[in-house]
Nanobody
Framework: VQLQASGGGLVEAGGSLRLSCGASGLTFSSDSMGWFRQAPGKEREFVAAISYSAGRTYYADAVLGRFTISRDNAKNTVYLQMNSLTPEDTAVYYC?????????????????WGQGTQVTVSS
C-alpha cells in the first residue's frame, strides 16, 4: 500500500493550495480517507475526512468553511483544497486511509499513512 501526498509549498497568508494524495494497493473506492496535519512541537491533528462514496465529509472546526476535501475514485486520489490560509495552518499534512471503515477523526482509526507534504504559510 502506498499513499503519495503532494501539492504542499510556501504560500502567503490568504492564499490557496490544493493537496493531492494518490493511493495504490488499496481497494480505494471502499476506503474512507482523511487528512491530518502536524505542526512542530504539536500532536498530529485531524483536518478533514471523506467517506468512500464521498457522501459524507467531516472537518475540524479550525478549517471549516476554508478547506474542502474531495475524492476521485476513478483516479484513486483524494484532494484537499485549502483557501484563506493563515500562518496557523503551517504544518506537515498527511493523508491516511481507513480500510473498509467509515471516516473518523482519530488517527487511530486509519490503517495507512502517506509520507506528508509541507505547507508553510507566511504572514
Amino acid at each position: 500500500v502506498q499513499l503519495q501526498a503532494s501539492g504542499g509549498g510556501l504560500v502567503e497568508a490568504g492564499g490557496s493550495l490544493r493537496l493531492s494524495c494518490g493511493a495504490s494497493g488499496l481497494t480505494f473506492s471502499s476506503d474512507s480517507m482523511g487528512w491530518f496535519r502536524q505542526a512542530p512541537g504539536k500532536e498530529r491533528e485531524f483536518v478533514a475526512a471523506i467517506s468512500y462514496s464521498a457522501g459524507r465529509t467531516y472537518y475540524a472546526d479550525a478549517v471549516l468553511g476554508r478547506f474542502t476535501i474531495s475524492r476521485d475514485n476513478a483516479k484513486n486520489t483524494v484532494y484537499l483544497q485549502m483557501n484563506s490560509l493563515t500562518p496557523e495552518d503551517t504544518a506537515v499534512y498527511y493523508c491516511a486511509a481507513a480500510q473498509g471503515k467509515g471516516p473518523g477523526t482519530s488517527p487511530l482509526q486509519y490503517d495507512y499513512w502517506g509520507q506528508g507534504t509541507q505547507v508553510t504559510v507566511s504572514s
